[in-house]
T-cell receptor, first 109, second 112 residues
Framework: GQSLEQPSEVTAVEGAIVQINCTYQ??????LSWYQQHDGGAPTFLSY????GLEETGRFSSFLSRSDSYGYLLLQELQMKDSASYFC??????????FGKGTRLHILP | DAGVTQSPTHLIKTRGQQVTLRCSPK?????VSWYQQALGQGPQFIFQ???????QRGNFPDRFSGHQFPNYSSELNVNALLLGDSALYLC???????????FGSGTRLTVV
């Protein structure tokens, strides 16, 4: 079957750095994406990794290791507005995107 | 540039009834995917439409059906509603970009 595993909750302090991990097992692999979703809102695209390594976009970075079926999202200089749920997602060989169950990020002042 | 629009935003239905949800994709996008998101869970893939045909389908019963129109807009139909169908239904559109899906704000369906 297909599965993506990520922690259900993470807590960090404002201004700090936090890493959200994701491991996946899917039928085919065509990239790992990350989405952010605030309560009551729509998921919004954050980043995409097709190849191994680190992709940086402002305060957010995403890493992929295809040999380990593993990736992470790194959030730096945390702000209160970063409090949200974060989903890793994999595009499989059928060109559909499968989502993990999400990690709820709590930020303390 | 309008993003993905979904209607209605909220809906309350009775068990056994039927419901139709609508989605207009982002301009330039030709593929529409539908997801069901239960509270506290990740979006679950229902199906995907491209060129007016169902291209992929997730693990959902035949009570869930859809349609895509020539202008790329799409409908999701659910028959014989069950209490367990209560969820946020998300529509996502995509084109040929690698930069993932654009989601609508969803339709919150409550079955009573």
């Amino acid at each position: 079957g297909q599965s993506l595993e990520q922690p259900s909750e993470v807590t960090a302090v404002e201004g700090a750095i936090v890493q959200i991990n994701c491991t996946y097992q899917t039928s085919g692999f065509y990239g790992l994406s990350w989405y952010q979703q605030h309560d009551g809102g729509a998921p919004t695209f954050l980043s995409y990794n097709a190849l191994d390594g680190l992709e940086e976009t402002g305060r957010f970075s995403s890493f992929l290791s295809r040999s380990d079926s593993y990736g992470y999202l790194l959030l730096q200089e945390l702000q209160m507005k970063d409090s949200a749920s974060y989903f890793c997602a994999v595009k499989d060989r059928d060109d559909k995107i499968i989502f993990g169950k999400g990690t709820r990020l709590h930020i303390l002042p | 540039d309008a993003g993905v629009t979904q209607s209605p935003t909220h809906l309350i239905k009775t068990r056994g009834q039927q419901v139709t949800l609508r989605c207009s994709p982002k301009s330039g996008h030709d593929t529409v995917s539908w997801y069901q998101q239960a509270l506290g869970q990740g979006p679950q893939f229902i199906f995907q439409y491209y060129e007016e045909e169902e291209r992929q389908r997730g693990n959902f019963p035949d009570r869930f059906s859809g349609h895509q129109f020539p202008n790329y807009s799409s409908e999701l139909n659910v028959n014989a509603l069950l209490l367990g169908d209560s969820a946020l239904y998300l529509c996502a559109s995509s084109g040929d970009s690698i930069y993932g899906y654009t989601f609508g704000s969803g339709t919150r369906l409550t079955v009573v």
